[in-house]
């Protein structure tokens, strides 16, 4: 049992392999790394197509180990597996065929080789989704940059190229989340970008009474305590 580190498990599933860089950076600041594998790396040394994914062996840091919520996984040791959607699917897929022993002998290069042509379609096809991800980032940025003023009506349309250009190095996200953030700033009372802006005026007193919600009243000690801190 001391040597299956899996006992605890997860898996990070993206759709960009520049969201599998970010996520193993995420997990390489927020705990120590005691094993990291790179398989794709490991094919590309020895020139083959075959299983891709990024798999980590962690624990806590030294600062959460002596924190009373992680006593009970203070020495705990876990995986974590970190790959793309295309990645995910050819590896469960293939898993489940070579695992279950139903290839016959005489045909295991055949479907070996039928393997490793997936897995190098499946490796162009998430270089092409980063490139044109990356060009709708900057097209994004350019129109964003070109079109907008700051009277510029806020919708889920004219919020995704906003973001973008605010925060060139986040990935664009799902539709239906622009969809959420804008009816989250209407509730605020921002219709415009000048109303989103760091330069834009106090808000109206419509507008703060719209966000009292998000500014509790605070009372009693720990209300003390927030003031001077």
């Keep these: 049992m001391n040597q299956i580190k899996d006992q605890v498990a997860l898996r990070v ?12 950076d995420l997990i390489r600041a927020n705990f120590r ?9 490991e094919n590309e040394l020895h020139g083959v ?13 030294a600062e959460r180990k002596a924190m009373l919520e992680y006593e009970n996984s203070s020495t705990l040791e876990f995986e974590v ?3 793309t959607t295309l990645q995910h699917a050819w590896a469960e897929f293939e898993h489940d065929v070579r695992y279950k022993g139903d290839i016959p002998e005489g045909l295991r290069g055949k479907f070996n080789r039928r393997f490793a042509l997936a897995v190098g379609l499946i490796e162009l096809a998430d270089s092409q989704f980063s490139a044109i ?11 964003s940059a070109k079109s907008r003023t700051p009277t510029t009506q806020i919708s889920p349309e004219t919020l995704a190229p906003w973001l973008l250009s605010r925060y060139p190095n986040a990935q664009r996200s799902r539709a239906e989340h622009y969809v959420w953030m804008h009816t989250l700033l209407e509730q605020l009372g921002m219709t415009t970008f000048e109303d989103s802006g760091p330069e834009s005026p106090a808000p109206s007193t419509a507008r ?3 966000r009292r919600w998000a500014t509790p ?13």
């Design 81 to 83: 597996q970190v790959r």
């Design 208 to 210: 703060r009474s719209r």
């Design 133 to 143: 991800n990356s060009e709708l980032e900057r097209l994004g940025a350019r129109e």
């Design 33 to 41: 790394v005691l094993e990291e594998i790179d398989k794709a790396a």
């Design 49 to 61: 197509f075959g299983y891709a994914s990024r798999h980590f062996i962690l624990e806590l840091h």
């Design 13 to 24: 599933i993206t759709y960009l392999p520049e969201t599998v860089e970010a996520t193993c």
């Design 217 to 229: 009243t605070l009372s009693g000690p720990f209300a003390a305590s927030m003031t001077t801190s």
